[in-house]
Nanobody, 112 residues
Framework: QVQVVESGGGLVQAGGSLRLSCVVHGIIRSTGSMGWYRQAPGNQRELVARITASGDTTYIDSVKGRFTISRDNAKNTVDLQMNSLKSEDTGLYYC??????WGQGTQVTVSS
């Protein structure tokens, strides 16, 4: 059974940093994309950052230059380093692993 476990969310002041971590249990090695999505109250879930097994990355425009996604294929982990956080980054962050595995979400709250 595949299990996706996130950690690292919390409350931080604007301008601060957080690091989200995710580990995928129950698969031998992830060969597809992994990434982070977020959902703010009243909004749809949106892609924040994605990384392929070969290391190609995609970011939503609003986080470019502030967030960095990384992964360890051997350990089935994907991390999201978030710097210069803004209040609009507040939301529930979900880890994703292809083909369709999702975590329960970890809350990120940025106070202004």
């Amino acid at each position: 059974q595949v299990q996706v476990v996130e950690s690292g969310g919390g409350l931080v002041q604007a301008g601060g940093s957080l690091r989200l971590s995710c580990v995928v249990h129950g698969i031998i090695r992830s060969t597809g994309s992994m990434g982070w999505y977020r959902q703010a109250p009243g909004n749809q879930r949106e892609l924040v950052a994605r990384i392929t097994a070969s290391g190609d990355t995609t970011y939503i425009d609003s986080v470019k230059g502030r967030f960095t996604i990384s992964r360890d294929n051997a350990k089935n982990t994907v991390d999201l380093q978030m710097n210069s956080l803004k209040s609009e980054d507040t939301g529930l962050y979900y880890c994703y692993c292809a083909p369709d595995y999702w975590g329960q979400g970890t809350q990120v709250t940025v106070s202004s």
